[in-house]
């Protein structure tokens, strides 16, 4: 929302003196730019979209709502789907991809939002995606749009009730563009290292279906589609819907 502007009071001519005190002007983190040896193990072996989506596969689910840097993520050895977007997408890169990241938006009553960090091949659209849930995580590239490539997560999309609760998702984000220093890669100095891009992510600007849809036409995952979908899934970390 646009702050209004006060009108601008006279004052007297030439240069005046500030009553306020001076702010120390605030230092930039210093950041190690680089991985050691063992957090460049894991990705060592990375050699297409594939080998990224089975890596984010095998690392236990982070049940925790820190904002952390891939750096951290490898140091835990660990990450929920956030974590999981961002280091995706530090692994495309290294495939020569820009760091793009698609935020997705749940109903904020029924469950949490979601990130997949997105890639363009041959014209087409896929994702490598962290999640608790089996069917929200990788596509293949095989969908003429972003939209298209959300679409596909939709019917999956899901709380640990079966509900449905996907609403928007954003535009891709390049990382790169968002945090130039590339904190949200190798900062570690704070809990929260990818603070600045968690922020940016935020911009649902994106409706998937119209005003005049009701959650009433939509049904319920059940039985073994609902078991397979939570199937290994780490407790504390599903969304826990208000009694």
Not at 64 to 91: D, I, P
């Amino acid at each position: 929302m646009a702050k209004k502007i006060a009108k601008s009071q006279s004052r007297p001519r030439g240069p005046q003196r500030s009553s306020a005190p001076v702010k120390a002007k605030q230092r930039r983190p210093s950041l190690q730019a680089s991985l050691t040896m063992a957090e460049e193990k894991p990705l060592s072996g990375i050699k297409c979209p594939g080998d990224i989506q089975d890596m984010l596969d095998k690392l236990p689910y982070d049940a925790s709502y820190y904002c952390r840097s891939v750096k951290q993520t490898l140091q835990l050895k660990q990450g929920h789907c956030f974590a999981g977007a961002l280091l995706g997408a530090h692994c495309l890169t290294r495939l020569g991809y820009p760091p793009l990241v698609v935020s997705m938006l749940a109903d904020p009553s029924l469950d949490d939002s979601h990130a997949i960090a997105v890639y363009q091949k041959d014209g087409l659209w896929g994702s490598v995606s962290k999640s608790n849930y089996t069917g929200v995580r990788g596509r293949d590239p095989v969908y003429k749009s972003v939209r298209e490539l959300v679409m596909s997560y939709y019917n999956f999309y899901c709380n640990k009730e079966g509900i449905k609760t996907l609403v928007a998702h954003s535009a891709p984000i390049n990382l790169n563009k968002v945090d130039r220093a590339q904190e949200w890669v190798y900062r570690t100095d704070v809990k929260n290292g990818a603070r600045k891009v968690d922020k940016a992510t935020e911009c649902w600007t994106k409706k998937l279906l119209p005003k005049s849809f009701t959650r009433s036409k939509l049904t319920v995952l059940k039985g073994t589609t609902l078991k397979g979908q939570v199937l290994g899934a780490n407790k504390a970390g599903l969304f826990k819907t208000a009694c």
